[in-house]
Nanobody, 127 residues
Framework: QVQLVESGGGLVQAGGSLRLSCAAS????????MGWFRQAPGKEREFVVG????????YYADSVKGRFTISRDNNKNAVYLQMNSLKPEDTAVYYC????????????????????WGQGTQVTVSS
């Protein structure tokens, strides 16, 4: 099992930037597909971006394409989400997740394909 802990959330003005971190412990997560999801009040959890186990494939939701960037540091067993040009509609709790299935070259987008989840970190973007 992999334990995930997110950090880096906070309050930022529209147009600003934040960098979320996801630290993995337990079994190494370096070959797992990793994803970031978010959930706003009253809404379903939605896929934001994912990275394949190999690190060679990424997939971004249309709503964040060109503004968010996912990256991985295998030496630190961590995944990051750089968020630029933030908008009020980006306000949500952001979750890091690891998919333990056969996703070395692909990126699962359905939250049901992810097996381990962090506790979430709040991101609030003011207008």
């Amino acid at each position: 099992q992999v334990q995930l802990v997110e950090s880096g959330g906070g309050l930022v003005q529209a147009g600003g930037s934040l960098r979320l971190s996801c630290a993995a412990s337990g079994r190494t997560a370096r070959s797992y597909a990793m994803g970031w999801f978010r959930q706003a009040p009253g809404k379903e959890r939605e896929f934001v971006v994912g990275l394949s186990g190999s690190g060679g494939t990424t997939y971004y939701a249309d709503s964040v394409k060109g503004r968010f960037t996912i990256s991985r540091d295998n030496n630190k067993n961590a995944v990051y989400l750089q968020m630029n040009s933030l908008k009020p509609e980006d306000t949500a709790v952001y979750y890091c997740a690891a998919a333990l299935g056969p996703y070395y070259y692909t990126v699962p987008q359905n939250y049901q394909n992810y097996d381990s989840w962090g506790q979430g970190t709040q991101v609030t973007v003011s207008s």
